[in-house]
Protein backbone atom coordinates (compact mmCIF):
# COMPACT_ATOMS: atom_id res chain seq x y z
CA UNK A 1 0.00 0.00 0.00
CA UNK A 2 1.11 3.59 -1.18
CA UNK A 3 0.18 6.58 -0.11
CA UNK A 4 -0.62 10.14 -1.23
CA UNK A 5 -0.60 12.71 1.68
CA UNK A 6 -1.29 16.48 0.85
CA UNK A 7 -2.95 19.35 2.88
CA UNK A 8 0.09 20.21 5.24
CA UNK A 9 1.69 23.74 5.91
CA UNK A 10 1.36 27.01 7.82
CA UNK A 11 -1.32 28.38 9.74
CA UNK A 12 -1.91 30.73 12.47
CA UNK A 13 -3.60 29.56 16.02
CA UNK A 14 -7.20 29.24 16.05
CA UNK A 15 -6.71 28.65 12.34
CA UNK A 16 -8.05 25.51 10.14
CA UNK A 17 -6.48 22.72 8.02
CA UNK A 18 -7.26 19.67 6.09
CA UNK A 19 -5.28 16.79 5.49
CA UNK A 20 -5.74 14.47 2.91
CA UNK A 21 -4.25 10.60 2.47
CA UNK A 22 -5.02 8.93 -0.35
CA UNK A 23 -3.62 4.99 -0.83
CA UNK A 24 -2.98 2.78 -4.02
CA UNK A 25 -1.79 -0.83 -4.03
CA UNK A 26 -4.13 -2.94 -2.51
CA UNK A 27 -6.77 -0.40 -0.56
CA UNK A 28 -9.46 -3.74 -0.19
CA UNK A 29 -6.79 -5.36 2.58
CA UNK A 30 -6.91 -2.24 4.72
CA UNK A 31 -9.11 -2.02 7.63
CA UNK A 32 -8.06 0.82 9.73
CA UNK A 33 -6.71 4.13 8.35
CA UNK A 34 -5.78 7.19 10.29
CA UNK A 35 -3.23 9.69 11.29
CA UNK A 36 -0.31 9.90 13.57
CA UNK A 37 1.86 12.98 14.32
CA UNK A 38 5.57 13.37 15.63
CA UNK A 39 7.36 16.50 16.84
CA UNK A 40 10.99 17.37 17.23
CA UNK A 41 12.03 15.13 20.23
CA UNK A 42 8.78 13.24 21.22
CA UNK A 43 7.70 9.73 20.52
CA UNK A 44 5.31 9.73 17.00
CA UNK A 45 1.43 9.45 18.42
CA UNK A 46 -1.97 9.03 17.67
CA UNK A 47 -4.11 11.66 16.47
CA UNK A 48 -7.06 9.67 15.36
CA UNK A 49 -8.41 6.37 13.45
CA UNK A 50 -11.35 5.18 11.77
CA UNK A 51 -12.36 1.94 10.60
CA UNK A 52 -13.69 1.13 7.55
CA UNK A 53 -17.35 1.19 9.21
CA UNK A 54 -16.28 4.46 9.98
CA UNK A 55 -15.68 3.94 14.51
CA UNK A 56 -13.63 6.44 15.11
CA UNK A 57 -11.07 6.78 17.99
CA UNK A 58 -9.32 10.30 18.93
CA UNK A 59 -6.79 11.33 21.14
CA UNK A 60 -7.56 13.50 23.96
CA UNK A 61 -5.68 16.08 22.83
CA UNK A 62 -7.73 17.06 19.33
CA UNK A 63 -10.92 15.72 20.97
CA UNK A 64 -13.86 18.40 19.81
CA UNK A 65 -11.07 20.11 17.32
CA UNK A 66 -9.97 17.32 14.98
CA UNK A 67 -12.47 15.40 12.57
CA UNK A 68 -11.56 12.07 10.87
CA UNK A 69 -13.60 11.13 8.06
CA UNK A 70 -12.75 7.70 5.59
CA UNK A 71 -14.26 7.17 1.56
CA UNK A 72 -13.58 3.94 1.24
CA UNK A 73 -14.97 4.27 -2.46
CA UNK A 74 -11.64 6.52 -2.96
CA UNK A 75 -9.67 4.41 -0.09
CA UNK A 76 -9.05 7.90 1.59
CA UNK A 77 -8.83 9.29 4.57
CA UNK A 78 -9.24 12.50 5.48
CA UNK A 79 -8.62 14.81 9.09
CA UNK A 80 -10.37 18.04 9.59
CA UNK A 81 -8.30 20.50 11.89
CA UNK A 82 -10.28 23.37 13.54
CA UNK A 83 -9.11 25.63 16.56
CA UNK A 84 -5.39 24.86 15.87
CA UNK A 85 -2.52 25.24 18.54
CA UNK A 86 0.73 25.80 18.99
CA UNK A 87 1.51 22.28 20.22
CA UNK A 88 -0.29 20.78 17.07
CA UNK A 89 2.68 21.30 15.25
CA UNK A 90 4.14 18.50 13.57
CA UNK A 91 4.50 15.85 10.84
CA UNK A 92 1.84 14.36 10.33
CA UNK A 93 1.78 10.81 9.02
CA UNK A 94 -1.27 8.38 7.12
CA UNK A 95 -1.81 5.44 8.78
CA UNK A 96 -3.31 1.87 7.79
CA UNK A 97 -3.49 -1.13 9.01
CA UNK A 98 -4.26 -4.66 7.18
CA UNK A 99 -6.90 -7.27 8.26
CA UNK A 100 -3.52 -9.21 8.86
CA UNK A 101 -2.48 -6.82 10.80
CA UNK A 102 0.23 -5.14 8.50
CA UNK A 103 1.25 -1.49 9.30
CA UNK A 104 1.51 0.80 6.27
CA UNK A 105 2.65 4.64 6.59
CA UNK A 106 2.74 7.81 4.23
CA UNK A 107 6.21 9.87 4.39
CA UNK A 108 4.37 12.89 6.26
CA UNK A 109 3.37 16.14 5.50
CA UNK A 110 4.40 19.31 7.44
CA UNK A 111 2.06 21.23 10.01
CA UNK A 112 3.15 24.04 11.84
CA UNK A 113 1.27 26.44 13.64
CA UNK A 114 2.58 29.92 14.28
CA UNK A 115 1.59 33.26 14.48
Known amino acids: VQFVESGGGLVQPGGSLRLSCAAS????????MGWYRQSPGRQRELVAT???????NYADSVKDRFTISRDNAKNAVYLQMNSLKFEDTAVYFC??????????WGKGTQVTVSS
Open 25 to 32: GRPSSIYV
Open 95 to 104: YAASWSSENY
Open 50 to 56: ITNTHTT
